[in-house]
């Protein structure tokens, strides 16, 4: 085998490792996925959904988020899972929502930059290691200015103005 | 006349590493720091919040993690089947000591700064075989705990590879600072040392000489500096 050969096979090698641990992500991922509050579900009959704020509501920064999940949350040191939330689509900015409910503010690294108005707030399920769950919810959130002071829970059903 | 003469002749070399260990140990530095920068990123409480190297792949630093994390465990897998002669190699002369290495100890505190290092007889000077046996103990730790991590996904198993997967870190980070600043050749002592492992894998005898003497002889032994092409070992 010649010296060019040996690394052409090297290289492929590599890239298959690489893509085969891309693909098995993906594959991870490919669970249910729905929208509206009531939530979905996903591989191994896991729900998950976003008990407050109700779909289409208004709210003021910051504001407490609900999560209902069918599985336990924790940390990743648990080996529970979690939850990841995010808006608009965007899961490259996200917080770690560990339990049950999470406080999202315009410090918050998924708030980070989005403007007042109406927005699509994501949550997905993860695994320990970070990976899909296979179960994934969105609501629509208007989203007002920072209010300062305590957070203000949302409403439970119903939109409503502010 | 002789001055002038000693400056044309070029200053003799030797080559430490053949072309395929130099690049065995580039890809595994590339991954590893990836690897290192992605999960310390995480395990500062960044998790969320894209990296640099996040916006850079335009994913996210827990897939980049992962994906990386599976190019080097290939890397090292490649490693060990292609090059298992020269990893055989680094483990047998890593875990050989001699009753003469402790004077190497003795002065290395001092020969640090001034590069009068105590004589060894192995291929590795006693300090870089202690830590070889601590960076491969660490990665191959590494490597196993994590595709632990991501084969089981979660439940107690994860909580016992996650454990074995920070606390290798925790011990490899400090190390593996060791090693680039003692590789950098920054410290008076290990000056001209980088060469080995990089541009070629030339460097001066003089060097050879001061870090790794036995080697230098043997490699001497069989032919001149100049006409040294390829090392004793394949690696």
């Known amino acids: 085998m010649t010296k060019r050969v040996r690394i052409s096979v090297l290289l492929g090698a590599l890239v298959l490792v690489g893509a085969s641990a891309c693909g098995s992500d993906e594959a ?57 939330l995010y808006f608009d689509g965007d899961d490259s900015k996200y917080e770690v929502v560990e339990s049950d409910t999470v406080e999202v503010s315009s410090s918050s690294k998924s708030a980070q930059g989005l403007s007042p108005g109406k927005h699509e707030m994501n949550i997905s399920l993860r695994n320990a ?34 | ?9 070029p200053p003799e070399i030797v080559r430490r590493n053949n072309a395929r260990t130099r690049w065995f140990h580039a890809g595994v530095y590339l991954t590893v ?47 060990v089947v292609l090059g298992w002669r020269a990893a055989w190699t680094l483990v047998v002369d890593s875990v050989r000591f001699r009753r003469s ?7 290395w505190p001092a020969a640090v700064f001034t590069g009068r290092f105590g004589r060894h007889e192995g291929h590795f000077d006693p300090g870089q075989r202690i830590m ?54 920054v410290l008076p002592g290990y000056h001209g040392a980088w060469r080995a492992m990089h541009l070629g894998g030339r460097l001066r ?14 490699q001497q032994g069989t032919s001149e500096p100049e006409a040294l092409a390829e ?3 394949k690696r």
């Open chain 2, 132 to 185: 070889n046996v601590i960076l491969v103990g660490t990665l191959l730790a590494l490597i196993v705990s994590g595709v632990g991590l991501v084969t089981v996904s979660g439940g107690p198993e994860f909580v016992l590879y996650n454990k074995i997967h920070r606390w290798s870190t925790y011990l490899l980070t400090p190390a593996l600072a060791g090693h680039i600043i003692v590789a950098s050749g």
């Open chain 2, 101 to 107: 290495d402790l004077g190497w100890f003795a002065r």
């Open chain 2, 33 to 79: 720091l990836v690897l290192l920068f992605t999960g310390w990123w995480l395990t500062l409480g960044e998790e969320g919040e894209p990296s640099v190297l996040s916006e850079l792949f335009g994913i996210p630093d827990t897939e980049l993690h992962t994906n990386i994390g599976w190019v080097f465990a290939g890397l090292a897998a490649l490693g």
């Open chain 1, 28 to 84: 991870s991922g490919s669970g249910g996925s729905g929208s509206g509050s009531g939530g979905s579900g996903g591989s191994g009959g896991m729900t998950v959904s976003i008990a407050e704020p109700a779909d289409g509501s208004s709210v003021q920064m910051p504001f407490q988020v609900k999560v209902n999940s069918s599985v336990e949350l924790g940390t990743t040191e648990s080996g529970k899972h979690h939850v990841h």
């Open chain 2, 231 to 233: 090392p004793e070992r």
């Open chain 1, 129 to 162: 290691d970070h990976s899909p769950a296979g179960a994934e919810t969105k609501i629509m959130v208007d989203i007002g200015g920072t209010g300062g002071g305590a957070p203000q829970p949302a409403p439970t059903s119903g939109g409503y103005g502010y």
């Open chain 2, 205 to 218: 005898t003089t060097v050879a000489r001061r870090l790794w003497p036995a080697w230098l002889e043997r």
């Open chain 2, 1 to 9: 006349m002789a001055t002038e003469r000693s400056r044309r002749v």
